[in-house]
T-cell receptor, first 111, second 114 residues
Framework: DQQVKQNSPSLSVQEGRISILNCDYT??????FLWYKKYPAEGPTFLIS?????DKNEDGRFTVFLNKSAKHLSLHIVPSQPGDSAVYFC??????????FGSGTKLNVKP | DTAVSQTPKYLVTQMGNDKSIKCEQN?????MYWYKQDSKKFLKIMFS???????INETVPNRFSPKSPDKAHLNLHINSLELGDSAVYFC?????????????FGSGTRLTVV
């Protein structure tokens, strides 16, 4: 039973526009959330995180939003660039014990 | 200089064989992990060691045995390989269990059991 779900396996966006990647979770105990980016033949790399005490965290072009009541988080990339094309994984955990990952969303940013 | 390196990158082996995957991190992190990416692309944690002590041991077959000779190394040994073990295995490390900066992952080992 997957506790973290990314229901969109792929997303295509025009360069310069906003990319919105979504993630849903089922466990209300989760208190920390992360986004990772993965290029082919490489391991995931950490992108941005958010604690459950916040509803938004911003880092440059990347913003993560957390809606605890809906058990939903999203990653916004503005403006999107071709180099952002990758697979994005969200992950959630509690007490930093272990993190559960979604299945990823493949983002394609078209020039 | 690779932060988390795992070897081999590719491993093709026959059913019933025993194989090992090695992982080393040069970041000075205190915690290391093994994750398995299954056919549905989910990354699932298998094991975690903190300063050589096993702290997470998920429900995996006991054919899988991790070994951490020191806090910079976490190896994964798999006995009697089965077809269902085919997957990509990722090693990762973190400091302070990933607070703030998450995990640093290796580039993965693609295991194919034939």
């Amino acid at each position: 039973d997957q506790q973290v779900k990314q229901n969109s396996p792929s997303l295509s966006v025009q360069e310069g526009r906003i990319s919105i990647l979504n993630c849903d979770y089922t466990n209300s105990m989760f208190d920390y959330f992360l986004w990772y980016k993965k290029y082919p033949a490489e391991g995931p790399t950490f992108l941005i995180s958010i604690s459950s005490i916040k509803d938004k965290n911003e880092d440059g072009r990347f913003t993560v939003f957390l809606n605890k009541s809906a058990k939903h988080l999203s990653l916004h990339i503005v403006p999107s660039q071709p180099g952002d094309s990758a697979v994005y994984f969200c992950a959630a955990g509690y007490n930093f014990n272990k993190f559960y990952f979604g299945s990823g969303t493949k983002l394609n940013v078209k020039p | 200089d690779t932060a988390v390196s795992q070897t081999p990158k590719y491993l093709v082996t026959q059913m019933g064989n025993d194989k090992s995957i090695k992982c080393e991190q040069n970041l000075g992190h205190d915690t290391m992990y093994w994750y398995k990416q299954d056919s549905k692309k989910f990354l699932k944690i298998m094991f975690s060691y903190n300063n050589k002590e096993l702290i997470i041991n998920e429900t995996v077959p006991n054919r899988f045995s991790p070994k951490s000779p020191d806090k910079a190394h976490l190896n994964l040994h798999i006995n009697s390989l089965e077809l269902g073990d085919s997957a990509v295995y990722f090693c990762a490390s973190s400091q302070d269990r990933g607070r703030g900066v998450g995990y640093t992952f290796g580039s993965g080992t693609r295991l194919t059991v034939v």
